[in-house]
T-cell receptor, first 112, second 112 residues
Framework: DMKVTQMPRYLIKRMGENVLLECGQDMSHETMYWYRQDPGLGLQLIYISYDVDSNSEGDIPKGYRVSRKKREHFSLILDSAKTNQTSVYFC???????????FGPGTRLLVL | QQKVQQSPESLIVPEGAMTSLNCTFSDSASQYFAWYRQHSGKAPKALMSIFSNGEKEEGRFTIHLNKASLHFSLHIRDSQPSDSALYLCAVRTGGLSGKLTFGEGTQVTVIS
């Protein structure tokens, strides 16, 4: 059964703290994505990773960075979190770059 | 930059009726069109996709695409309470970037 996992599922941080969101997939998918979802804005692409150490900015990369050292694992890092980064973050993966995307369950991040 | 817009924002439909959702896009070079469904508190899940003009039917779901009008739609026949969810349309422009642009979503509620 194809699966994308995200950890943690819920996180509360204070402004200025560093945040690490983790994503894993067990399908050997080449491409992985990080999105954020805010009410009325749909899903906004933060970063896309085409494979290990091959990452590209999405539409809203400012304030975020990513790391992909293994094909099955993709991390999203917020250095010095801001209150406007409060959101639900979704990770997704696809077999190849133009294929259907499979989403993880999401991480709810609250930055106080 | 690709702009994707959905209408209506929300919809209440009686059980057994037809649900019709609309999506417009701005880039005439777009090549891939998809609908995702997201139940409350869950991950978005791919529902249907289409590449070329016309119609595609899968069970109770039909997708129509008219590239000249920059418009595609999703129709759900015999709507069920389990169809209550946020529906997101997504468009991919041509090329190898793999980036999907999502609409803001239409919240559908099917009442018994």
């Amino acid at each position: 059964d194809m699966k994308v996992t995200q950890m943690p599922r819920y996180l509360i941080k204070r402004m200025g703290e560093n945040v690490l969101l983790e994503c894993g997939q067990d399908m050997s998918h080449e491409t992985m994505y990080w999105y954020r979802q805010d009410p009325g804005l749909g899903l906004q692409l933060i970063y896309i990773s085409y494979d290990v150490d091959s990452n590209s900015e999405g539409d809203i990369p400012k304030g975020y960075r990513v790391s992909r050292k293994k094909r099955e694992h993709f991390s999203l890092i917020l250095d010095s979190a801001k209150t406007n980064q409060t959101s639900v973050y979704f990770c997704a993966s696809s077999p190849i770059v133009q294929d259907t995307q499979y989403f993880g369950p999401g991480t709810r991040l609250l930055v106080l | 930059q690709q702009k994707v817009q959905q209408s209506p924002e929300s919809l209440i439909v009686p059980e057994g009726a037809m649900t019709s959702l609309n999506c417009t896009f701005s880039d005439s070079a777009s090549q891939y069109f998809a609908w995702y469904r997201q139940h409350s508190g869950k991950a978005p899940k791919a529902l249907m996709s289409i590449f070329s003009n016309g119609e595609k039917e899968e069970g109770r779901f039909t997708i129509h695409l008219n590239k000249a009008s920059l418009h595609f739609s999703l129709h759900i026949r015999d709507s069920q309470p389990s169809d209550s969810a946020l529906y997101l349309c997504a468009v991919r422009t041509g090329g190898l970037s793999g980036k999907l642009t999502f609409g803001e979503g239409t919240q559908v509620t099917v009442i018994s």
